[in-house]
C-alpha cells in the first residue's frame, strides 16, 4: 500500500513536467507584451527594455523556461507580473474558497443524485424511471452560467432571499454551490442508476432475496456497497474538474477561487501566475484522484488486496 502510494506520488513529476512546459510555451504564442502592461502606456522604450531584462523576457523560451524550473525547485513559483506578489501565496489565499465551492457543489450533487439514481433503478421502464432521466439529461445539457444568471434573478434580484454574487457569509455560497451541483448531480444520477441496474441482475441479489432479506436491506447493504465503485469514481473525477473547471460560476457570481484568478491572469497575460496555478491544481487533482482511489479499499476488499500485491 505504502509503495503504492509512493509511486503515484512519483508520477507527479512528468505530470509537472509536461503541464508546466505546455502552459509556458501557450503563454508566449499570446499576444501582448507583459513589460508593457507593467510599465504603462506613457513608459519609455528603455524603460519597457528594462523591466524585459529584469523578467528575464529577453531570453530565448527555453531559457526562461529553464529558469522558470529551477526556482520551482527551491519553492519558488514566480512573482506575478501584475500583482508583485508570490504565485504560491496568492494561489493558496484562493484555494480555499474554491475548495468551498467544489465541496458544496459535490455534497448537493451527492444528495440528489444517489437517492435520485436509485429510485429510477428500482423502477426501471416506468414514468418515474423516465421523469428521472429527463432531468439528468437536462442537468446534463444546461449550461452553468445560464442555470447561475436564472437563479440570480429569480432568487436575488426578485425575492432578494441571497446575495447576487461575491463572498458575503454562507448564504452567498447556496446559488453557486447550486448551480455547479446542478450539472453534477444530473451525471452521477445517471451513473448510479446504470451502476445499479447492474449490481441488481447480479445472482447474488437473488440469493439475498430469497434468503428472506428485506428489500431495503437488499437495496441499500447489498446492492449499493457494491455498486459504489463507479459511482465513487464519477464522484472524484467530478470533484476535481469543479476545482479547476468552475470558471465560468465564478465569473456569474464573482466568487473570488481558483477559476476567476487563472482566467484574469490570462487575461493580462501573467505567466507565472497562470503557470503556478494550473501547476498545482494538477497536482491538486493528482491528489484527489489518489484518495478515491485509496477509498475503493474500504468498499472492496479484493481492491486492497491488490494494493498489498502492488506494494
Known amino acids: ?76 513559483m514566480g512573482t506575478s507580473y501584475v500583482t508583485n506578489k508570490e504565485v504560491f501565496s496568492t494561489f493558496m489565499h484562493y484555494l480555499p474558497n474554491t475548495l468551498i465551492l467544489g465541496g458544496s457543489a459535490v455534497i448537493v450533487a451527492t444528495i440528489v443524485s444517489i437517492p435520485l439514481g436509485i429510485y429510477t433503478a428500482i423502477h426501471q421502464n416506468t414514468w418515474k424511471d423516465t421523469a428521472g432521466m429527463v ?28 446575495p447576487t454574487g461575491g463572498l458575503r457569509g454562507w448564504s452567498s455560497l447556496v446559488l453557486p454551490s447550486i448551480t455547479v451541483g446542478f450539472g453534477l448531480a444530473a451525471l452521477i444520477t445517471r451513473i448510479t442508476r446504470s451502476s445499479m441496474l447492474d449490481v441488481l441482475r447480479q445472482d447474488y441479489m437473488t440469493t439475498a432475496r430469497a434468503k428472506g432479506c428485506s428489500r431495503d436491506r437488499v437495496i441499500y447493504r447489498h446492492a449499493l456497497k457494491n455498486a459504489l465503485i463507479p459511482i465513487m469514481t464519477a464522484i472524484g473525477l467530478q470533484m476535481s474538474l469543479v476545482i479547476t473547471g468552475s470558471v ?33 491544481c494538477s497536482i491538486l487533482m493528482c491528489l484527489i484522484n489518489l484518495a478515491v482511489d485509496l477509498a475503493y479499499a474500504f468498499c472492496d476488499p479484493r481492491i486492497k488486496a491488490q494494493y498489498s500485491k502492488k506494494g
Open 248 to 280: 465560468l460560476a465564478e465569473t456569474v457570481f464573482s466568487w473570488p477561487g481558483i477559476g476567476r484568478l487563472v482566467f484574469e491572469s490570462i487575461t493580462l497575460r501573467d505567466t507565472p501566475m497562470v503557470t503556478g496555478s494550473i501547476i498545482l
Open 135 to 162: 432531468f439528468a439529461l437536462f442537468g446534463t445539457s444546461m449550461p452553468n452560467f445560464w442555470l447561475g444568471l436564472m437563479l440570480i434573478i429569480a432568487f436575488a434580484l426578485h425575492l432578494r432571499m441571497f
Open 1 to 76: 500500500m505504502y509503495k503504492y502510494v509512493l509511486n503515484r506520488l512519483l508520477a507527479l513529476i512528468p505530470v509537472i513536467l509536461v503541464t508546466s512546459f505546455l502552459i509556458y510555451w501557450a503563454m508566449s504564442l499570446t499576444e501582448g507584451d507583459p513589460a508593457l502592461m507593467i510599465a504603462g502606456d506613457n513608459a519609455t522604450q528603455e524603460q519597457i527594455d528594462q523591466i524585459r531584462h529584469e523578467l528575464g523576457l529577453d531570453q530565448p523560451f527555453l531559457i526562461q523556461y529553464l529558469n522558470y524550473m529551477k526556482g520551482m525547485l527551491v519553492g519558488d
